[in-house]
């Protein structure tokens, strides 16, 4: 790539090495608490018409680092693309979450699953990092991502969103072979889809396995960690990816941060119900931590949003290796301002801090 990177504070946190001021990316920061983005996704009608436009997906990937000194763009599109090019067919309905025109339910529909090519069926993925990382030109390095295999298989079991999954742990304890079977597919195609990103252009990879949290500590070894594992071992093994920082966020499995930290990616993601402090000491050095504001103190005033954005740089503490960002991603009514202060006072304090 021939720009040079003019902010590489996010990558010299993720390296766990001393930083001017603590980098600051948000979760779904190019979203619909923007007016940009909301006019943007009018033009284009759906979500999934604006993901699959490579020119539009840069454009709202963009947007937000118009507003904010943001240390990192992500790549605007979503985890379910996988099984989308798997061919399940993916739909959001207006206001209401993702659907699978066929979910994966028996044997036969999970032996049909095969790795997508990635420069055919995912080349829309592909063509917007791409044209990101020119348009970026060096500003801020670029995120590319994925679903976990286990949270991926959670909405191909399902169907569609759920408050427990239930379906999909079903499968874990009536047919486990067949889970397996659907959850190394699953890997494997993340190991490519990752791969291809860091070719066409990303700069750091993060891994969302937002339901990782949902399982009891031994089935998340056997249907979460083991998988995410084999993702770091793949993308190891794979020359352009072995170098770049992987950040792994499971929402809500704080018991197995030291474990997490064991696998051999640069960092985790936090949510918000552990204090920074304690979740540095359960990975005793091993990896970066990015997290960890609970996404509700954006609906605070702004003296608010500032107190509790110094608590959580406080409560990491002057170390190298953290990456602020919220716990989970930001919500649609969050005014656009708040942000504004959340991303200044994290610059301004961590600085007056070093
Ligand atoms: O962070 C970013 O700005 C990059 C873009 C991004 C989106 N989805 C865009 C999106 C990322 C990283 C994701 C990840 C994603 N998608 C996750 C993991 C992260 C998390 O929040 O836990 C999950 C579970 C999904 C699946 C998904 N996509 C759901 C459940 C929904 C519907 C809920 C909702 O917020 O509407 C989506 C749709 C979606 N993906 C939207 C955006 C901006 C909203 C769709 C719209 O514009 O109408």
Redesign the pocket.
Known sequence: MPDTLKNDRLLRALRREPVDTTPVW???????YLPE??AT?AKAGS?MA??TNPELACEV?LQ?LERYALDAA???????TIPDAMGLGLS?A?G???QFAHPVRTRADVERLGVPDMESELRYVMDAVRLIRGELAGRAPLIG?S?SPW?LAC?MVEGK?SRDFASAKAMCWNEPALAHKLLDTLARSVIAYLGAQVAAGAQAL?I?D??GGMLGPVAFREFSLRYLAQIVDGLKADVQARNVPLIL?S?GANAHLAEMAQIGCAALGVDWTIDLADARQAVNGKVALQGNLDPAVLRASPEVIRREVRRVLDSYGNHPGHIFNLG??IT?EVDPEHVKVLVDEVHAYSHRQG
């Not at 948000?26 to 619909?32: E, I, K, L």
């Not at 992500?74 to 379910?80: A, E, N, P, T």
């Open positions: 948000v979760m779904r920061q190019a979203g619909r983005y909301r996704r979500f604006l993901a990937t937000p992500i790549l605007f599109s979503d985890i379910l959001f207006q209401e979450g993702p991502f679903g949270t909405y969103g993060m969302f937002t339901w966020f929402k989970h991603g649609p």
